[in-house]
C-alpha cells in the first residue's frame, strides 16, 4: 500500500524543507519515493538545488520528484472542458489567443496538481508519495473540493444533461450561446469522480498522514491551531506536528531573547496538540539547501525511526449508541461552541467554523431521527438523536 504523507503549514516556516527532507530519508531507506509540490509558488527545485518539471523527474536513487505546471494539467485532465469554456469566451468576441488564455479558471493549478497523487497511486511505481502542500488556507480549499462536487455528481449535473439532450439545440438558438454538450457533463463528472478519488485516499488514516509545520512564535502558533481544527473539520486528522528551527542553547546571546521565547511556546504547542506527538528541529548554522543538507533535517526529525509511519490514529467522525440515543462525534480542537454554527437538512449536516463550511451525509438510520441537543466536550462536538426505530448498521459510519 501507497503511504502518503502531506506537509503542510503557514508560509515561511520551513515545510519544503521538511517534506524534501522526508522524501529523501525514504528513499535513503530504500523506499521508492515521489516529492510532489502542489503549491503554486513551487519551491521544491530549490530545496533540492535541481531543475524539477511538470512530470517526474529523478533527483537520487528511488527518489522523484515534481513541479506540476497549469497548461500541462490542462491538457491531462480538463481538455474538452477547456474547449467549451474557450468556445463561450469566443462568442463573447475573444479572439482564440485570449479566449484560451482566460480557460484557466481559478483553482486549476492547484486542482490538477492534487489529481497526480491518485495517478501516482494507481501506477504502483512508488512506496511513499511526499506532498509539499501550499500553506493551510489553500490547501483546505482544496481538500474541501470534494464534499462540494458531490453536489454537481448528484444534484445539478443530472439536470444539466436532461436539458442538454432535451433542447439543447432550441436553447442554443433562444440564448444564442453554446450550450454544453454531454462530452462536457461526462468529461466534468469524470473530473469530479477523480477529486473523490483523491479524498478517499487523503481521509484514509492508514494510508495517508497529515502533517504541520510550525515556527516557536505566537502568530505561527495560532495558525497551527486553526491549521488543526480545520483538517479534523473536513476529516483529515494530523499525526505530527513539528516545530521547526528552534534554536540551540548555544546560539549565543544574540539570540538569547528569542531562543527563550521558543522555549516558552514548547510546553504549550506539546500541550495544546497532544496526543498528537511534537517533534523538533533544529535552526542549523548553514543554509538547507542541497541533498546533503535536507539528509540532515530528516535525521534530525526522524533519527532511526519509520518516517512512514503512523505516529497518531485518530477519528475525527463516528457515530455511537450512548444511553438510549445515538451520538455523532465530530473532533474539534481548539473549537468553542460560540465559534460553531450547525444546520441541519434531512439527510445533511452542515458545520461551519470561522468561514470554513463542511457538510456531513448522516447515517441513513439517522436521517428520520429528531436532533435532542449539540454541545462541544473537550474539544469535541456531541450532537444527540433519538434512536430510530429500526436499528443503526454496524460500525454506524459511512
Known sequence: MTRILLYTGKGGVGKTSIAAATALLCADRGLRTMVLSTDIAHSLADAFDVPLGPEPTRIVENLD???????????????????????????????????????????????????????????????????????????????????????????????????????????????????????????????????????????DPDRTSVRITLGLDKLSVAEARRSFTYFHLFGYPSDLVICNRVLPPDAGPFFEQLRQAQQRYLPIVEQEFGP??????????HEMVGAARLREI?????????????????????????????????????????????????????????????????????????????KMDDGTLRIEFEAPARPLAKGGRR
Open 65 to 203: 520528484g515534481q513541479e506540476p505546471d497549469v497548461y500541462f494539467n490542462i491538457a491531462r485532465y480538463w481538455r474538452t472542458i477547456q474547449q467549451y469554456v474557450g468556445e463561450l469566451f469566443a462568442w463573447r468576441g475573444l479572439d482564440e489567443v485570449m479566449a484560451e488564455e482566460m480557460t484557466v479558471l481559478p483553482g486549476m493549478d492547484e486542482l490538477g496538481n492534487l489529481l497526480w497523487i491518485a495517478d501516482h497511486v494507481e501506477s504502483g511505481k512508488y512506496d511513499v508519495i511526499v506532498v509539499d502542500a501550499a500553506p493551510t488556507g489553500e490547501t483546505l480549499r482544496l481538500l474541501s473540493m470534494p464534499d462540494a462536487s458531490r453536489w454537481w455528481i448528484e444534484r445539478i449535473a443530472p439536470i444539466g444533461r436532461r436539458m442538454s439532450r432535451l433542447g439543447r439545440p432550441m436553447l442554443e438558438k433562444v440564448l444564442g450561446l453554446p450550450i454544453p454538450r454531454e462530452e462536457v457533463f461526462a468529461a466534468a463528472e469524470r473530473l469530479l469522480d477523480r477529486l473523490s478519488d483523491v479524498h478517499r485516499l487523503l481521509s
Open 298 to 374: 530528516g535525521v534530525a526529525l526522524f533519527g532511526d525511526g519509520d518516517p512512514t509511519a503512523v505516529h497518531y490514529r485518530g477519528e475525527p467522525y463516528r457515530v455511537h449508541r450512548e444511553n438510549g440515543a445515538y451520538v455523532l462525534e465530530v473532533q474539534l480542537p481548539f473549537t468553542s461552541r460560540e465559534e460553531l454554527q450547525l444546520t441541519r437538512r434531512t439527510d445533511e449536516l452542515v458545520l461551519e467554523v470561522g468561514g470554513w463550511r463542511r457538510t456531513l451525509m448522516l447515517p441513513r438510520a439517522l436521517i428520520e431521527a429528531p436532533t435532542r441537543s449539540a
Open 276 to 285: 498528537v506527538p511534537v517533534r523538533t528541529v533544529p535552526q542549523f548554522a
